[in-house]
């Protein structure tokens, strides 16, 4: 791959002609105004004997870029620039891949839930944990996993209404529990289901309180929680956020809403340097689409926009 920058008088004229040359291989890692229009920055495929002239240096600057224009920050940047100078390097977007599986651990879904019966998903307000608590059901059940969602959320008006609707959609039970007690309760009573998926109230994000709570919610449950975040926020609030997370415990996180950022190399970041374990990155709110790590150009799909074709 090779970087190439070009003018177009419009948004829309710059799309036209990327998806005209180049299809749907094309990756837009940049957009800036001048005083011609709209500046395009773009990671294209070589072809015939542009290729032959791209050498190894300028493959890397192009990896950099990828980097950069996604987010990421100063200590990750340089493990990036000594990974890409220790091997050969042909494709700066398969080197950025490959780099990220190197340094970020990441788990399934459902082998976090083998050793765990219940799940609290915890995170900021509007992250979109109720989402993510039917979209893991339903991973979990093409897992072969039995499932009831428990709706621990008795605040946000309609929280449990959207819940219960999503549940009608896959056909699993709801479980209204506020309090501790009433889903001990359901565990007590339960021999149908594997797993408990909870989905809690937003909470503050610097509210120590309201964090202690939360995760003590699964632990007492003999459970655990998992960070739920979007992506796109702060950079430096992102690493606040997971730095405080990671002194309650917690230490697994799933991304959302990665199809409306350029910037989840920052959340990224902090992910790698709190040594947190990636279980999803979701750029959907589709149920049909699981929440998972593909096995190969996962992270890659998810920090770049592609050009429709």
Request: aromatic fraction near 6%; charged fraction near 20%.
């Amino acid at each position: 791959m090779y970087i190439q920058s070009f003018s177009a008088p419009t948004l829309s004229d710059g799309y036209a002609q990327i998806r005209e040359r180049y299809g749907g291989d094309a990756v837009v890692l940049r957009t800036a105004q001048d005083g011609n229009g709209v500046v395009f920055t773009v990671s294209v495929p070589p072809r015939g004997s542009l290729a032959d002239g791209v050498g190894e240096e300028a493959l890397r600057s192009d990896a950099r870029l990828i980097m950069q224009s996604t987010g990421f920050q100063g200590v990750v940047l340089s493990q990036f620039e000594s990974y890409v100078r220790s091997r050969p390097l042909e494709d700066p977007r398969r080197a950025v891949d490959e780099f990220l599986y190197t340094v970020i651990r990441t788990d399934q879904l459902a082998n976090f839930t083998q050793a765990s019966r219940v799940v609290v998903l915890i995170g900021p307000p509007g992250a979109g944990k109720t989402v993510t608590v039917a979209k893991a059901a339903s991973t979990l059940v093409s897992a072969g996993q039995r499932v009831t969602l428990v709706n621990l959320d008795q605040n946000r008006l309609g929280g449990g209404s959207q819940l219960e609707h999503l549940a009608s959609l896959i056909g699993m039970p709801v479980v209204n529990a506020a309090r501790p007690e009433g889903l001990q309760k359901a565990l007590n009573r339960s021999t149908s289901s594997d797993v408990f998926l909870c989905d809690a109230p937003g909470i503050h994000p610097w509210n120590l309180e309201e964090i202690e709570a939360a995760v003590c919610y699964a632990e007492r449950l003999g459970g655990r929680s998992v960070l739920v975040a979007p992506a796109g926020l702060e950079a430096g609030e992102t690493a606040d956020l997971l730095a405080i997370l990671k002194r309650f415990g917690v230490d697994r996180i799933i991304v959302t809403k990665c199809d409306i950022t350029r910037k989840l190399g920052a959340l990224l970041t902090s992910v790698i340097l709190e040594n947190y374990v990636l279980m999803g990155l979701q750029g959907s709110r589709r149920l049909s689409e699981p929440v998972s790590l593909a096995s190969s150009g996962g992270f890659l799909s998810a920090l770049q926009m592609r050009i429709a074709r």
